[in-house]
Nanobody, 124 residues
Framework: QLQLMESGGGLVQPGGSLRLSCAAS????????AAWFRQRPGKEREGVSS????????TYADSVKGRFTTSRDNAKNTVYLQMNNLKPEDTAIYYC?????????????????WGQGTQVTVSS
């Protein structure tokens, strides 16, 4: 069974950090590019970051550059999103997704498999 399971969300104060994890099962994980998307309250889902199958290339949305870092451990079938210096506007449901293609464009339509999402709330 193909499954993506996000974890690590929660409530954090502005300026704080969280690390999200996305564990994949049922996939030949090494062959897939991965991405993180988020849906902020009242807004459409948007791309946050992507990483190619080997982990050698990454892309970030301008809004998170310098604060978020995506990485992966293919031995553990897991992709990560380290989020530092969090801001209230980062409050969203965060989703991971897999694609057979790596792209710099962070388009939802490029991604075939999606997790259920994990809530991140940044508030004092």
């Amino acid at each position: 069974q193909l499954q993506l399971m996000e974890s690590g969300g929660g409530l954090v104060q502005p300026g704080g950090s969280l690390r999200l994890s996305c564990a994949a099962s049922g996939f030949d994980f090494d062959y897939y590019a991965a991405a993180w998307f988020r849906q902020r309250p009242g807004k459409e889902r948007e791309g946050v970051s992507s990483i190619n199958s080997s982990g050698g290339s990454t892309t970030y949305a301008d809004s998170v550059k310098g604060r978020f870092t995506t990485s992966r451990d293919n031995a553990k079938n897991t992709v990560y999103l380290q989020m530092n210096n969090l801001k209230p506007e980062d409050t969203a449901i965060y989703y991971c997704a897999l694609s057979v293609y790596y792209s710099d464009y962070l388009l939802e339509s490029d991604y075939t498999y999606w997790g259920q999402g994990t809530q991140v709330t940044v508030s004092s």
